[in-house]
């Protein structure tokens, strides 16, 4: 289609060249600011930072501190800096694969469908066994939860996490290669001037020079996580030729506590309790904290993820640009069109998520009519229930198991999204974990809440594992029945 385009039209060569060069298929690979939202520990209580880190489609490590280019099969990694690794010799930073970093697991199929920190432990245990061995040999490497190495380690299950992602060319990832495997990775960590946020500015801007920057006025002359996403978005807003995009994983439903939305100082003081003292100590200081977060501090990562979220959006945007070159108004018009068609299908509408909670309702009417569940605050408390009777096992292949004691007997349940509806896996125990899990989804904020495109698989999973209970209850006798 671009080659009958091209002949159609009359371009200088060198022109034409470039023209292909930018809409044809080419190497390129991706690299993006990690947001990740706070948790209520520590000092994160307190400030309500989180923590920010960097992903690379194309750059996969040898070891956790070395780097290589990816292999064809390989999704990515995500580098990391902390206070307090852990690790033996206190490196700067490691990198793991990305989706050990998302789910604690290599292949995404393995993913946790629930998650509690005894399921945590034992995805963080796998990976120390599997990757860190070499280097977490000491007493509190191993045993010590001040080991910030085991928060690289299925990031999900503590809180949610955007990604906000550029274009980048293998020469550049190449360059970022050499550099940091000749580089010292000796820990110089200072949460004033050398903190997460300024280690992913400083490898942020090692490809795009500006791109991201300190926040002095409304972070206290820190670099905040939020203020690195803010600048970077805004700098990838202004060049649409780099494709940007956002992608969110949402925290996994389960026992541990929700994380919060991100915020940067002025933000902190202007939404958090703290504003109660400054009214009454620093009333002079509130006007300047609100009109700098008001005036220049405002950034949703949220709302910043539903205009930018696209399955393909090399593909559309290479699309849209040869349409626009072509002076083609109306084809660039229906492009667009589409990608945002696109984009609305992996966020979702209000329309469809508010039909998904009427059918939830529904079902689980019908169980409680059936005595399938007693009650629905029962099924409020199922997590909770699971994890203090169950103990989480993983087999050769990373998937998770949960296995209870139940009178002389020990049922055993799938919980990642690979064996779920397993024959192994208990009928009755799966399909209350995907009514559990579907429930916490439909009542969760935005920022909470996993995507429409992903909420859409689980609602197939729910479906098939009630179809299963169902058959499986039909087959009992009804005092049996009962007691399951």
């Known amino acids: 289609m671009i080659r009958r385009a091209l ?8 022109l034409a060249v470039l023209l292909v060069c930018l809409v044809s298929p080419r190497a390129y690979a991706d690299v993006g600011v990690v947001l990740n939202e706070s948790m209520d520990t520590s000092l994160d209580r307190i400030t309500g930072t989180g923590h920010t880190a960097v992903y690379f489609s194309r750059i996969c490590p040898e070891t956790p501190l070395k780097l290589r280019m990816c292999r064809p099969d390989e999704p990515g990694s995500v580098m990391s800096n902390y206070i307090n690794i852990g690790e033996d010799e206190s490196p700067e930073w490691n990198i793991v694969p990305l989706n050990i970093y998302l789910y604690g697991v290599e292949d995404p199929r393995n993913r946790p469908v629930f998650g509690t920190y005894k399921i945590k432990r034992v995805l963080e245990n796998r990976y120390r066994d599997r990757y860190l061995a070499a280097y ?14 085991r928060e690289m380690v299925g990031a999900t299950l503590l809180r949610s996490v955007y990604m906000f992602v550029m274009d980048t060319t293998p020469e550049q990832d190449l360059q970022l290669i050499a550099e940091f495997n000749t580089q010292p990775n000796k820990n110089h960590f200072n949460g004033i001037t050398r903190n997460c946020a300024d280690f992913t ?19 206290f002359g820190m670099t905040s996580p939020k203020a690195v996403a803010r600048t970077f978005t805004h700098y990838a807003e202004r060049r649409p030729e780099d494709h940007f995009r956002v992608l969110h994983f949402a925290q996994v439903p389960g026992t541990i506590k929700r994380s919060h939305e991100c915020r940067a100082g002025t933000e902190q003081l202007y939404r958090s309790k703290l504003i109660v003292p400054m009214l009454i100590f620093g009333s002079h200081e509130l006007p300047f904290v609100a009109a700098s977060y008001l005036l220049t501090g405002r950034f949703s990562p949220q709302h910043t993820f539903e205009q930018h979220a ?30 945002n068609e696109k984009r609305v299908r992996i966020v979702g509408t209000s329309k469809e998520w508010k039909e998904y909670k009427i059918a939830l309702e529904a079902i689980m009417d019908e169980n409680v009519r059936e005595q399938t569940i007693p ?16 103990t989480p096992t993983t087999d050769v292949n990373g998937a998770l198991w949960m296995d209870i004691p139940l009178n002389a007997e020990t049922l055993r349940v799938g919980v990642s999204a690979s064996n779920l509806l397993a024959a192994e896996s208990d009928a009755n125990l799966a399909y209350e974990l995907a009514l559990a899990r579907a429930q916490d989804v439909l009542k969760s904020p935005k ?17 098939a594992a009630r179809h299963k209970s169902a058959i499986l209850m039909a087959s009992l006798p009804s005092a049996d029945s009962r007691r399951r």
């Open 7 to 14: 002949s159609t039209i009359l371009l200088p060569p060198i």
């Open 136 to 149: 977490c040999q000491g007493r509190s490497c191993i045993n010590s939860d001040k080991s910030e190495w």
């Open 201 to 219: 500015e400083r490898v942020i801007n090692t490809y795009f020079p500006g791109a991201t920057h300190t926040d002095y006025l409304n972070d």
């Open 310 to 339: 696209s399955l393909e959006p090399f593909q559309a945007n290479s699309q849209i640009q040869f349409a626009k070159f072509q002076e083609e108004d109306t084809r660039a018009t229906q492009l667009a069109t589409i990608q």
């Open 375 to 390: 009650d629905r605050k029962d099924l409020h408390r199922y997590f909770k229930r699971l994890d203090a009777k169950g």
């Open 447 to 463: 920022h909470r809440r996993e995507t429409m495109a992903e909420f859409r698989r689980d609602w197939a999973i729910l479906q």
